[in-house]
C-alpha cells in the first residue's frame, strides 16, 4: 500500500493546505494516541516545534486531537527535533512529536512522530497510522471522564543544553574559539549560543530573531552565505549553520568554504576510529552521499554502507547492524551513542572537538577527500508518474551503461517535495553535466505529456 499522508520524514505540507490543516493534525492526534496507548498506566505525549507562524494552529489541534485520545499533553514549545526525541524518552512519554517542515519554507510545515524510545515511526506503524486516518476517528473518543490535560514544560532548554554539553570529551573546552552560528531563526535560536557560550567560546549569533515568517530564510543550513559573511567580517575561526528544526548542519571554515555533511562524517569516523570508538567499522549514509566518501572510506580500511534517503532509514540500518555513526550529504549527522536522530548541535560539537586536538585550522581538518563532482537537479512535475515512461527508462539505461565503471546516477522522486531529482557523479565533470540535462530533458517531457 502506498502511503497517502506520510513522507520520507513524517507528514509535510503547505500550511492549511491538505494534509497540513487542522483537521488532520486532530486526526493524527486521535489516531496516534490511541495507537500507543499501550498497557493501564497513564498515558502522556510531548509537543514540541521550531518558529513557524502555522505552529500555533497545528499545535493546538493536535493538542485537541491527542487529549480527545485520553493522553496528557506536555508542551516544550521552540526546541530543536532532536531535543524532542530525547525528551521522549526521559520524560517517559508513549510519543513524541515535532512540528516542523525542517529545512522547507515557513509557508509549508510537517509532523514527525517519535516512539516511546526516542525513535522515528517506521513503516509499517506509519501504515497503521494512514489505515487509521481513513476511518471515522471519533468512534476512538475517550469517554468524559478521561480525557487529556495539557501543559506548558518549564525547564526543557536548560535540559537540552546540559544533554549537548555532556557529549563533548571532558578534555575539551571552547576557551579561545570564536564560534559564528547562524539558527535560521529556527528551533534552536536559544539553545545552541547558550550551549556553545557554556562550553568557553566567544559566540557570534546570526539567524535568532524569528519572527515567524522568517525561518530558512537567506539564512541556515539551505543558504550559508550569510554565515559565510558573517565569519569573513568577524574573523570566527568556524561558522556552524543549523536547519529550522536543528536536526542537521554544514559548517563553514575560516576562509568562508562551506563543508558539508560527507566531509563532516568522514572527519569524525575517522577520528573515532583513532580512538577506537567506531562500531561497524565505517558509517551508514544514503545514496546521495559522494563517491568521494566512498574512496576516502576504503582507503583507510572501513565501509561505506548506503541506504535509501531518509535519515530514519540510515538510523534503521544503524540499529539493525550496530552501527554507531551515520547521515547525509545535507548535514544530518546520527551519533547513535548520543542520540537517536540526527543533531547539528551535537555534530558541530564532535567537529569542535577535533579542531581543538588537532589544532589546526578548520580549513585543514575537515578537508579529508576530494569530493567526485556530483550535479544534482530537479524537475518538478504535478502529477502522474514520469519514472514510468518507456522513454524515460530507456534514457536511464543508457546513461548507467555510459557511467558504468566510472560513476553513478541516482534518480528518485523527493519524499518531501513534487520533484523528480536527477544525480549523477564521476571523475569526468563534462560527462556528467551532459548525462543529467539530458535526462531532465527527457523526464520533462514525460512530465509535459502526461
Same mark, same amino acid.
Given at each position: 500500500?502506498?502511503?497517502r499522508?506520510?513522507?520520507?520524514?513524517?507528514?509535510?505540507?503547505?500550511?492549511?493546505?491538505?494534509?497540513?490543516t487542522?483537521?488532520?493534525?486532530?486526526?493524527?492526534?486521535?489516531?496516534?494516541?490511541?495507537?500507543?496507548?499501550?498497557?493501564?498506566?497513564?498515558?502522556?505525549?510531548?509537543?514540541? !516545534?521550531? /518558529?513557524?507562524?502555522?505552529?500555533?494552529? @497545528?499545535?493546538?489541534?493536535? *493538542? #485537541?486531537?491527542?487529549? +480527545?485520545? &485520553?493522553?496528557?499533553?506536555?508542551?516544550?514549545?521552540?526546541?530543536?527535533?532532536?531535543?524532542?526525541?530525547?525528551?521522549?524518552?526521559?520524560?517517559?512519554?508513549?510519543?513524541?512529536?515535532?512540528?516542523?517542515?525542517s529545512?522547507?519554507?515557513?509557508?509549508?510545515?510537517?509532523?514527525?512522530?517519535?516512539?516511546?524510545?526516542?525513535?522515528?515511526?517506521?513503516?509499517?506503524?506509519?501504515?497503521?497510522?494512514?489505515?487509521?486516518?481513513?476511518?471515522?476517528?471519533?468512534?476512538?473518543?475517550?469517554p468524559?471522564?478521561?480525557?487529556?490535560?495539557?501543559?506548558?514544560?518549564?525547564?526543557?532548554?536548560?535540559?537540552?543544553?546540559?544533554?549537548? !554539553?555532556? /557529549?563533548?570529551?571532558?578534555?575539551?573546552? @571552547?576557551?579561545?574559539?570564536? *564560534? #559564528?552560528?547562524?539558527? +535560521?531563526? &529556527?528551533?534552536?535560536?536559544?539553545?545552541?549560543?547558550?550551549?556553545?557560550?557554556?562550553?568557553?567560546?566567544?559566540?557570534?549569533?546570526?539567524?535568532?530573531?524569528?519572527?515567524?515568517?522568517?525561518?530558512?530564510?537567506?539564512?541556515?543550513?539551505?543558504?550559508?552565505?550569510?554565515?559565510?559573511?558573517?565569519?569573513?567580517?568577524?574573523?570566527?575561526?568556524?561558522?556552524?549553520?543549523?536547519?529550522?528544526?536543528?536536526?542537521?548542519?554544514?559548517?563553514?571554515?575560516?576562509?568562508?568554504?562551506?563543508?558539508?555533511?560527507?566531509?563532516?562524517?568522514?572527519?569524525?569516523?575517522?577520528?573515532?576510529?583513532?580512538?577506537?570508538?567506531?562500531?561497524?567499522?565505517?558509517?551508514?549514509?544514503?545514496?546521495?552521499?559522494?563517491?568521494?566518501?566512498?574512496?576516502?572510506?576504503?582507503?583507510?580500511?572501513?565501509?561505506?554502507?548506503?541506504?535509501?534517503?531518509?535519515?530514519?532509514?540510515?538510523?534503521?540500518?544503524?540499529?539493525?547492524?550496530?552501527?554507531?555513526?551515520?547521515g547525509?550529504?545535507?548535514?544530518?549527522i546520527?551519533?547513535?551513542?548520543?542520540?537517536?536522530?540526527?543533531?547539528?548541535?551535537v555534530?558541530?560539537?564532535?567537529?569542535?572537538?577535533?579542531?581543538?586536538?588537532?589544532?589546526?585550522?578548520?580549513?585543514?581538518?575537515?578537508?579529508?577527500?576530494e569530493?567526485?563532482p556530483?550535479?544534482?537537479?530537479?524537475?518538478r512535475?504535478?502529477?502522474?508518474?514520469?519514472?514510468?515512461?518507456?522513454?524515460?527508462?530507456?534514457?536511464?539505461?543508457?546513461?548507467?551503461?555510459?557511467?558504468?565503471?566510472?560513476?553513478?546516477?541516482?534518480?528518485?522522486?523527493?519524499?518531501?517535495?513534487?520533484?523528480?531529482?536527477?544525480?549523477?557523479?564521476?571523475?569526468?565533470?563534462?560527462?556528467?553535466?551532459?548525462?543529467?540535462?539530458?535526462?531532465?530533458?527527457?523526464?520533462?517531457?514525460?512530465?509535459?505529456?502526461?
Open positions: 500500500m502506498s502511503k499522508y506520510f513522507g520520507t520524514d513524517g507528514i509535510r505540507g503547505q500550511s492549511n493546505t491538505y494534509p497540513m487542522p483537521d488532520v493534525a486532530m486526526k493524527v492526534g486521535i489516531a496516534v494516541g490511541n495507537l500507543f496507548k499501550r498497557g493501564e498506566h497513564r498515558h502522556r505525549v510531548v509537543i514540541g !516545534k521550531d /518558529t513557524r507562524l502555522s505552529g500555533y494552529m @497545528l499545535e493546538n489541534a493536535l *493538542v #485537541a486531537g491527542f487529549t +480527545a485520545a &485520553g493522553l496528557d499533553v506536555f508542551l516544550l514549545g521552540p526546541i530543536p527535533t532532536p531535543a524532542v526525541a530525547m525528551l521522549t524518552r526521559s520524560l517517559r512519554a508513549d510519543i513524541g512529536v515535532m512540528i516542523s517542515a529545512h522547507n519554507p515557513y509557508q509549508d510545515n510537517g509532523i514527525k512522530l517519535f516512539g516511546p524510545d526516542g525513535f522515528k515511526l517506521n513503516d509499517e506503524i506509519e501504515k497503521q497510522i494512514e489505515v487509521m486516518l481513513e476511518e471515522d476517528v471519533t468512534m476512538r473518543l475517550a468524559a471522564d478521561a480525557i487529556g490535560r495539557a501543559k506548558r514544560i518549564d525547564g526543557v532548554h536548560d535540559r537540552y543544553i546540559e544533554f549537548a !554539553k555532556r /557529549t563533548m570529551p571532558r578534555d575539551i573546552t @571552547l576557551a579561545g574559539m570564536r *564560534v #559564528a552560528i547562524d539558527c +535560521a531563526n &529556527g528551533a534552536a535560536y536559544k539553545v545552541a549560543p547558550a550551549a556553545l557560550w557554556e562550553l568557553g567560546a566567544e559566540v557570534i549569533t546570526i539567524g535568532n530573531e524569528p519572527n515567524g515568517t522568517n525561518i530558512n530564510l537567506n539564512c541556515g543550513s539551505t543558504h550559508p552565505v550569510a554565515l559565510a559573511k558573517k565569519v569573513h567580517e568577524v574573523r570566527a575561526d568556524i561558522g556552524i549553520a543549523l536547519d529550522g528544526d536543528a536536526d542537521r548542519v554544514l559548517i563553514v571554515d575560516e576562509s568562508g568554504a562551506i563543508v558539508d555533511g560527507d566531509q563532516l562524517m568522514a572527519l569524525i569516523a575517522e577520528s573515532w576510529a583513532s580512538d577506537g570508538i567506531l562500531r561497524g567499522n565505517g558509517l551508514v549514509a544514503t545514496v546521495m552521499s559522494n563517491l568521494g566518501l566512498e574512496r576516502f572510506m576504503q582507503d583507510k580500511g572501513m565501509e561505506l554502507v548506503r541506504t535509501k534517503v531518509g535519515d530514519r532509514y540510515v538510523v534503521e540500518h544503524m540499529r539493525e547492524n550496530d552501527y554507531n555513526l551515520g547525509e550529504q545535507s548535514g544530518h546520527v551519533m547513535s551513542d548520543f542520540a537517536t536522530t540526527g543533531d547539528g548541535l555534530a558541530a560539537l564532535q567537529v569542535l572537538a577535533c579542531v581543538k586536538r588537532m589544532d589546526r585550522p578548520v580549513s585543514e581538518v575537515c578537508k579529508r577527500f569530493p567526485v556530483q550535479l544534482l537537479k530537479n524537475v512535475f504535478s502529477g502522474g508518474e514520469p519514472l514510468k515512461d518507456s522513454q524515460v527508462k530507456a534514457a536511464i539505461r543508457e546513461a548507467e551503461e555510459e557511467l558504468a565503471g566510472k560513476g553513478r546516477l541516482v534518480i528518485r522522486p523527493s519524499g518531501t517535495e513534487p520533484l523528480i531529482r536527477v544525480m549523477a557523479e564521476g571523475d569526468d565533470l563534462g560527462q556528467i553535466e551532459s548525462i543529467v540535462d539530458g535526462l531532465v530533458g527527457v523526464i520533462s517531457g514525460a512530465r509535459s505529456a502526461a
